[in-house]
């Protein structure tokens, strides 16, 4: 069982930034693809960043484009979101997805939930003045 940690969450201005982490349990993430989802309270869950094991392929929502950046860490094996100009409706818990791929060499994502193996508690970001 993995169990996957967030952190960086905070209260923040709008056109501020925030920078969150995600961390395994398990000292493999290197060989998880890993995304990011938020969710609002009302909404259903949104896929927002999405980056392979090799950090080769990224993708990003639309709502986010432009403004929010995956990364991988692997010498921390770590994933981290930094989120800049940052606006109200950006508020919510945000969740890191990880999904078994076998190799750190491998250049796949997933967008979908459900394609997800393990899943973070999650950490509140709430962008308000």
């Known amino acids: 069982q993995v169990r996957l940690e967030e952190s960086g969450g905070d209260l923040v201005s709008p056109g501020g930034s925030l920078t969150l982490s995600c961390a395994s349990s398990a000292s493999n993430l290197n060989y998880y693809a890993v995304g990011w989802f938020r969710q609002a309270p009302g909404t259903e869950r949104e896929g927002l960043a999405f980056?392979?094991?090799?950090?080769?392929?990224?993708s990003y929502s639309d709502s986010v484009k432009g403004r929010f950046t995956i990364s991988r860490n692997a010498a921390k094996e770590s994933v981290s979101l930094l989120m800049a100009s940052l606006k109200p409706e950006d508020t919510g818990i945000y969740y890191c997805a990880a999904k078994w791929s076998g190799s750190s060499q491998t250049r796949y994502y997933y967008q979908v939930p459900d394609e997800y193996d393990y899943w973070g508690q999650g950490t509140q970001v709430t962008v308000s003045s």
């Open positions: 980056i392979s094991t090799d950090n080769s392929r990224t």
